[in-house]
């Protein structure tokens, strides 16, 4: 088991853990039935040992569970990528090595934040169909985590798109959401296209892709990925896959694939056998950048200086711990990789929807408004479902500081060890 397979192993295994210590401690502070807490407490257990018994051997877990997936078949355009080699696809430089499970799991159970999630309702601009149509400017919408509602040209297009209540194989265990969707989907209008960055659960959902199929008039995904859409209904004709640096003319909209940090897998066996990527969305007088999931690297540079300067920028600000410090971005990185993208405003993503990293879950914005103020970045951090007008002069909202415990700081609940500035600078 390669170590981004260990990686999704570890943060599954955890979560669940997590997620039957805090059902635990609910039912002793209901009913006081401390059995049922060692009931819940040993299954955890039984599922980390597992999981440890899994990372010495790929066919333990799958042998004892039942729970393996089989290895995605590989398409012929994928051996013909720069980046897939010995049957697995490479990010184009080393990826900093995470930390092992025992450190991952003594995260989780010592260093975690009180203000994971938030103990009040996020606020949510409501969203209607009829509204979304009568606007004929470029603006985004965030719909929540990396998922963006965007007019571009005339048309719309959706990132990322997750409206399921958790980002998890099933719905009865894994991260909840913080709030519902500001839209539903049968809501939305026509989407021209769906940008997918890679196959992580938070960010390809079968349930939502089955849901918006028939509204969608393309797919468009970095290598491998349609093979998954195709397996829940997606026409072949209606999906796209591309290649880092590829590029599609979609009417005046150019789509390019640009290359991220970062790794693939939804199975405990399937690890890097589909691409990542980030993507680029070119008009004719604005451009706009995506990040989706991504480490730092010198990849933002070469991006800005092949399609920048951006119009805005959305960069993932969010979900990230010393444990992975390869595969998602600190704030102080995040702001570096939108000044080497060249962007003119910047829209942190990934952020007040999941909890899915020890920080609280404002630390991301309050870490990220700090920054900007400092690197003099225009950022834009709009309520959830809130039109974001790209022409409109920037006017930045801090919604989030009115759910902030009494008294608490950024840096109370911050990551312990965080990077100072950027790996590679």
């Avoid at 088991?1 to 502070?29: D, G, H, P, V, W």
Wanted: charged residues 20%.
């Amino acid at each position: 088991m390669n170590n981004a397979e260990k990686f999704t192993l570890s943060s599954l295994l955890l979560k669940i853990y997590e997620y039957t210590a805090r059902c635990s401690l609910q039912t002793i502070e209901q009913t006081g039935w401390i059995h049922i807490m060692k009931k819940r407490l040993l299954f955890g257990l039984v599922v980390i040992t597992l999981g440890a018994l899994a990372m010495q051997n790929d066919d333990t877990l799958a042998t004892l569970t039942g729970l393996g997936a089989p290895t995605s078949p590989v398409a012929s355009s994928d051996a013909y990528s720069d980046n897939f080699h010995e049957g697995k696809f490479h990010n184009s430089i080393p990826t900093l090595a995470n930390a092992g499970m025992g450190k991952m799991l003594k995260s989780f159970l010592f260093d975690k934040s009180a203000a994971a999630r938030p103990d009040k309702a996020i606020p949510l601009q409501p969203m209607q169909s009829e509204q979304l149509l009568s606007e004929e400017r470029n603006a985004v919408y965030r719909l929540g985590h990396s998922t963006v509602l965007i007019r571009f040209e005339g048309d719309f297009w959706l990132t990322d798109p997750v409206f399921s209540d958790r980002a998890s194989p099933v719905q009865w265990a894994g991260p909840k959401r913080f709030h519902p969707a500001p839209i539903e989907m049968e809501q939305l209008p026509p989407i021209k296209g769906v940008l997918i960055s890679h196959n992580h659960y938070d960010h390809l959902d079968a349930g939502s892709i089955k849901a918006l199929n028939s509204r969608v008039e393309h797919f468009y995904t970095p290598l491998g990925v349609g093979r998954q859409l195709k397996a829940w209904g997606v026409p072949a004709e209606k999906i796209t896959e591309l290649d880092w640096w590829s590029s599609v003319q979609v009417g005046p909209v150019t789509l390019a694939a640009t290359p991220a940090q970062h790794f693939s897998g939804r199975g405990l066996f399937d690890g890097n056998t589909t691409l990542w990527a980030s993507w680029v969305m070119l008009g004719a007088k604005e451009r706009l950048f995506f990040s989706g999931d991504s480490g730092y690297f010198p990849g933002f540079k070469e991006i800005g200086d092949k399609y920048g300067p951006f119009d805005l920028t959305m960069i993932e600000t969010g979900a990230y711990n010393h444990n992975w410090p390869g595969v998602h971005m600190h704030p102080e990185e995040s702001i570096q990789a939108h000044i080497d993208l060249q962007g003119k405003q910047m829209m942190p993503i990934h952020n007040s929807t999941f909890d899915l990293a020890m920080h609280a879950w404002y630390d991301p914005l309050e870490r990220i408004a700090e920054l900007a103020r400092e690197r003099q970045v225009t950022l834009r951090t709009p309520k959830i479902g809130a039109p974001l007008v790209l022409a409109e002069p920037a006017q930045q909202t801090y919604w989030w500081r009115e759910l902030m415990p009494a008294n608490a700081e950024a840096t109370e609940y911050a990551d312990k060890e965080p990077s100072a500035q950027p790996e590679f600078l």
